[in-house]
């Protein structure tokens, strides 16, 4: 298995794969379920910023965003 460096291209490369991953689960799902999962996302990035995890809100904040433009 290919080991790639821990840097910003790789990091970076990582999250948008993620988000792709989150736009083409959403995608398969029913339009009830489609909001519940963007919903979801949503909350789960309100409790990283209560608890002051900025770059972990704002990356969930960004699938969610992914989940959204999915339908």
Do not use: Y
């Amino acid at each position: 298995m290919e080991k790639f460096p821990v840097n910003a291209d790789t990091l970076n490369a990582m999250f948008n794969a993620m988000g792709a991953l989150v736009f083409a689960t959403v995608r398969q799902l029913p339009p009830t379920q489609q909001r519940a999962f963007a919903d979801d996302l949503a909350r789960m990035a309100r409790a990283a910023e209560k608890r002051g995890a900025t770059i972990e809100e704002t990356m969930l904040i960004d699938l969610q965003n992914a989940a959204r433009e999915a339908p």
